[in-house]
């Protein structure tokens, strides 16, 4: 699976939309984008994944670079309740392999 | 659906004793995954499971350390002998395949420290 690169953390004004970046530069065609968060003392929670079109969901937005070489992930009004860590996933989608590798991720905090 | 159930939430051991973490997974989900998470390492995934067959085994960190999962309902991760270092945050997860989504469910985690 890809390496990717993300900011050791963000912060964003409570209400404005929060974007993070991803730098994936060594993506391969079959690949797929995904993000998870992690707030404070819980589990990991999913959030959306793509392939090469944008993707929008009901917590977030994915934008992908036409390259795909970077994304963007866009929390279009952040709340106080979104400062998380954020973990950006590149894995193939096919195969037998099914294990999802997390990195350090962005600590994205949300400042009223 | 409840989600994915841990127990217990929080165990504080001694060296050299046994410990056994629990998980049931969401009804339905056919994988399941048992991760570790600490600040030095971050997350790692230890072992995962396929229609309750292991898979892939291979972050489990020493023979000290072994998963079961004898039905579709309930795994286990059990530890012995426990070690200091082994104090983590055990999560586990499961999952449905469909399509190219991966989406993992995660459980509110067991906090194990050995004292």
């Known amino acids: 699976d890809a390496k990717t690169t993300q900011p050791p953390s963000m912060d964003c004004a409570e209400g404005r939309a929060a974007n993070l970046p991803c730098n994936h530069s060594?993506?391969?065609?079959?690949?797929?984008v995904y993000w998870y968060r992690q707030i404070h003392s819980q589990g990991p929670q999913y959030i959306i994944h793509?392939?090469?079109n944008n993707e929008t969901n009901e917590m977030a937005s994915l934008i992908i670079t036409e390259d795909r070489k970077s994304s963007t992930l866009i929390l279009p009004h952040a709340t106080l309740r979104d400062t998380a860590v954020y973990y950006c996933?590149?894995?193939?989608?096919?195969?037998?392999?099914?294990?999802?590798?997390f990195g350090k991720g962005t600590l994205l905090t949300v400042n009223p | 659906d409840a989600g994915v159930i841990q127990s217990p939430r929080h165990e504080v051991t001694e060296m050299g004793q046994e410990v056994t973490l629990r998980c049931k997974p969401i009804?339905?989900?056919?994988?399941l995954f048992w991760y570790r998470q600490t600040m030095m390492r971050g997350l790692e995934l230890l072992i995962y499971?396929?229609?309750?067959?292991?898979?892939?085994d291979s972050g489990m960190p020493e023979d000290r350390f072994s998963a079961k999962m004898p039905n579709a309902s309930f795994s286990t991760l059990k530890i012995q002998p426990s070690e200091p270092r082994d104090s983590a945050v055990y999560f586990c997860a499961s999952s449905l395949r469909s399509g190219s989504s991966y989406e993992q469910y995660f459980g509110p985690g067991t906090r194990l420290t050995v004292t």
């Open positions: 793509g392939l090469k």
């Open positions: 996933i590149v894995r193939f989608s096919g195969g037998s392999n099914y294990k999802l590798t």
């Open positions: 009804s339905g989900h056919d994988y």
């Open positions: 060594t993506i391969s065609g079959n690949e797929y």
């Open positions: 499971f396929n229609n309750n067959v292991p898979i892939d």
